[in-house]
């Protein structure tokens, strides 16, 4: 079987080892699989190709420098002002990727011809400024293809927006949009979902939710309410992600060995509403009033340095800085506690990472803790927005026993390899593809 995947996103980084992992596993159960992604670069393996080749690339880079050049000349020595395209103002919490959706950038023909072979299957990872949803149809038509949707946020179901909040317009057809300030029911939204709808309804699509969360957003979305619909975990590296001497790996960061460490992280803790962090510093400050002794606890932080957030900070605290997938691994070994605070997301990621490290979670009900965190198994799942409750989940796992510490753990890796083992996932996204295939991985 030929698998086509097709991801904006760099495949061994960050958000696109997704795509990478999926790859993999594809690659083990005797598929010829390929990744096509927007993100350039030199790839080693001649099957993970960038929808743009080298010539290309660099002419973008020529210019792209030129203009940029040309028009800092014009402002420095003629005076000229340069007349830019105005920027629709939207509200930064809903995480609009552009006004307007509805823009193909690459041709199809494109897509297959950089492919190189035709598909029997296509997976659709992510979307924003690579595919459209006219794309993912007309590869349907001239492939014969199904295309799998692997959401990895809303933004597919919505009329622009990756993060919906309380609005409910993608139940119904959008439009009067909060996230462009619109009292308009005939505004960019509406306009975006009415393209989607069109090409959504004429193509084989099934869509594929990664966490319960999103499986529920799915059934109310007025896109794809209709069209089948699935559940996959996202899959993590069991062998990377796993339990280890937390001693070695607090020694890696020169983290105390002697305290309770605290892990949380996100790349930038000022941007992103939803990731909770005003939540989060709410439950720390309270959670250092109610302790013992709040001098036996340290914070580990993954991310880029944010002044705010350290101003913030009622604990000791240390930045592991911007972390690869193996210094992850090692950050989730050295904690004690892995601390989600997210407040609107479909995942994150992390939680399944930390469950599969045998490290407890402590999160929002929110996302992929639905799924994996089990209140007094796992870790523990607290209302939304309740920080006194995060507090004091976190303090319960704190100060478990050592027998209690080793049980947890074990029921978070039991979990993680029961749920989120890249068989399990392979083996269900084969089911989808091809029910009557013998899968052997």
Known sequence: MKILILTASQPLKIAGIVAYDLYIGLKRSGSEVKILTK??????????????????????RFWNLL????????????????????????DPNFAVQGEDQTVTIYKTKK?????????????????????????????????????YLYLMDMASMTGGCHYAWDCKGYEKKCGNCP??????????????????????????????????????????SSLFSERPMRKILLSIDNEVFKPGDKNQARAYFKLPVDKK????????????????FRELIIALNYLKNTLFDASTVHIAIAGHASKSLEESLSFDYTYLGYLNIEKLALAFQAAD???????????PMMINQSIMSGTPVVSFEMGAALDLV???????????????????GIRTILELDEASTIRISNNCRELGLQLCHSRKQIEKMLEIINPDLTINI
Do not use: C
């Open 179 to 220: 996230a462009f300030y619109s009292i308009n029911e005939q505004d960019s939204s509406r306009t975006n979902w009415e393209f989607k709808k069109k090409y959504i309804d004429k193509t084989e699509i099934t869509a594929i939710a990664g966490t319960e969360w999103q499986y529920q957003q799915l059934k109310k």
């Open 67 to 90: 203009r940029r050049i040309i028009i800092k000349l014009l402002k420095v020595f003629l005076g000229f002002k340069v007349k830019e395209e105005p920027k629709v103002k939207t």
């Open 337 to 347: 506690v892995f601390v989600s605070p997210s407040i609107e997301d479909s995942g």
């Open 111 to 147: 897509i297959l011809r950089r492919a190189g072979f035709v598909p029997d299957a296509i997976i659709v990872l992510f979307m924003p400024h690579f595919l459209s949803f006219r794309n993912l149809h007309e590869l349907n038509q001239v492939t014969k293809a199904p295309i």
């Open 261 to 276: 460490i605290i892990f949380f992280g996100a790349v930038y803790f000022d941007r992103n509403r939803n990731k909770g």
């Open 39 to 60: 993100a350039w670069d030199k790839y080693l393996d001649k099957n993970i190709v960038p929808i743009d080749s080298t010539l290309t690339e660099y002419k973008h």
């Open 374 to 392: 089990i209140n007094g198994q796992t870790g523990y799942r607290v209302r939304l927005l309740d920080s006194e409750a995060l507090a004091n």
